[in-house]
Each structure stands twice: as C-alpha cells, then as structure tokens.
C-alpha cells in the first residue's frame, strides 16, 4: 500500500512537471511570438512615410513645379525689358559743332551748334548725338578753319566720325544740326547721312544751322535730297553770337519752333 501510493505520488508529481514545462514553453512561444511582431511593425513604421514627410515631399514638388512654371516668365520678362529700352525717348538730336575762334564772337569753348542742340534736347526730353570726327584735324583758328572746309567741299570728302550712331529704328524724329560750312553742311555730316541713309528713311528729319549771316542755307532741301523717303520739316537758324550772348532769346526761338513743328 505505501510503494503503490509512493508510486501515485511521483506520478502525479511527474504529470505537474510535465503540465509545468509544457506552459512555459508555450509562454516563451507566446513571448517570441510578440516580439517579432513589434519588431515588424517598427520596421513597417521607419520604411513608410510619414504625413508630414509626405506633405514636405508635396510641397518640394510643388515648389519646383513653381520654378520651373516662372523660367519662362521671367525669359519673357527680360525679353520685354529689351523692348522697353525703345520705349524711352523717340526723339534724337545729332549735331556737329565745333569751338575755337568764331567769326564775329572770338574763341569760345562750347561750341553753336551744341548749345542748340542741348536746348532742343531740354525742350524735347530728346536723345543727344554728337558727330565727332576720328581724325579731327579742324584748325581752332577761324581763316584757317574756313579753308579746310573748302578743300573738304571741293574735294567731295567724307570725314570719318567715332563711334557708332544709335540705333535709329528706336527713334521717329530726329533733329540734325550743324555750323553753316561754305553754304552747306560740313562734308562729315554727308558721312553720318550716307552711312546711316536707310535707317533714316521714312523719319521726320528736322533740319537746324548756327551761322553769321547765311540762314539755313538750304539744309532742308539737301537733307531731303541726301535721305530720300525721309519727311524733312522746317528748320531752324540761329546767329552763334546769339548762342552765346542771348541765350534766353535763342532758348525762346527754339521753343517756339518746336511748339509749331508736328511731329
């Protein structure tokens, strides 16, 4: 009786150990499995974005999508500026003027006919041009000065000048002046004329002297003839002793020829 309850107890004994190991390998089962699972979704939550990287990726799009959208505009832009620097003045003055010693003035260091010119470019809002010569051989004397112009006229010369002219597609009117030489223009302004003849057709050319008693010397009808197509309207002549000892009358002059010019 005692080994065969000795024997029941063992076995019972036996069957708990059994019970026993059998639950906690199935709660270290239980266990492996929950941390397998966490670390699967951590992984899935690193791997996928989040809203805000998503928003910030969106907006990163967006904003390329922007500045690739505002290239062309700006091309457009620029394109545009170009255009709008012919929007300024469309109005030119070219003038030719010399300083020196002046029939009935003496020397004067601004010269008659760029005195002129300022006023009409004051009056305007007008571009200046001043044709000066690359060789400027012009004796400052005024006996010597008269025969250079002479030989230069019976020679049939073409001075060259420096620089280039402006562009004169920008401009509609364009006012042209210089000193009274031998009854006619200075053979340098026959260069800017000839040299510039197409761009001046189909403009309002506007003749204007500064001389000592030959008036405008036909200016205008050698301008029409030198730049056909062109529309040549009335000049101007201004004594140079007025240019530099009336100035308030010449400014007036010049005004009131403007005002009556329509252009």
């Known amino acids: ?10 076995m019972s004994k036996n069957v708990k150990s059994l019970i026993c190991l059998i639950l906690s390998f199935g709660l270290i089962l239980s266990l492996s499995a ?13 791997s996928a974005p989040s ?20 290239g062309p505009a700006n091309e457009t832009i620029a394109e545009d500026g170009d255009i709008s620097d012919s929007e300024g003045s469309r109005i030119l003055v070219v003038y030719f003027s010399r300083t020196g010693e002046q029939y009935t003035v ?9 005195i002129v ?7 305007t809002g007008a571009d200046l041009f001043e044709v000066l010569p690359v060789d400027d051989h012009y004796p400052m004397t005024y006996a010597e000065l008269t025969d250079v112009a002479k030989k230069e006229q ?19 009117t364009i006012f042209i002046g210089a000193p009274v030489w031998w009854g006619d223009w200075p053979m340098i302004m026959y260069t800017f004329f000839e040299e510039n003849a197409e761009a001046l057709a189909g403009k309002n050319l506007v003749p204007f002297s500064t001389h000592e008693g030959s008036g405008l010397s036909g200016f205008d009808k050698k301008l029409s003839s030198a730049i056909p197509g062109s ?33």
């Open 1 to 10: 009786m005692v080994t065969e309850a000795w024997e029941d107890f063992n």
């Open 34 to 46: 929950c941390g397998n699972a966490g670390r699967s979704s951590e992984n899935q939550s690193s």
């Open 51 to 70: 809203e805000e990287t998503s928003s910030q990726a969106a907006n990163a799009d967006d904003k390329t999508a922007s500045e690739q959208s505002n």
């Open 106 to 114: 003496g020397v004067i260091d601004h010269g008659n006919t760029a």
């Open 117 to 123: 010119a300022e006023m009409i470019a004051q009056e």
């Open 154 to 172: 019976n020679d049939k010369a073409r001075p060259a000048y420096a620089g280039e002219a402006p562009d004169i597609s920008h401009y509609d």
């Open 231 to 263: 529309t040549v309207l009335k000049g101007l002549a201004i004594r140079g002793n007025d240019c530099q000892n009336k100035q308030d009358s010449v400014r007036e002059s010049v005004k009131n020829w403007i005002s009556g010019l329509e252009f």
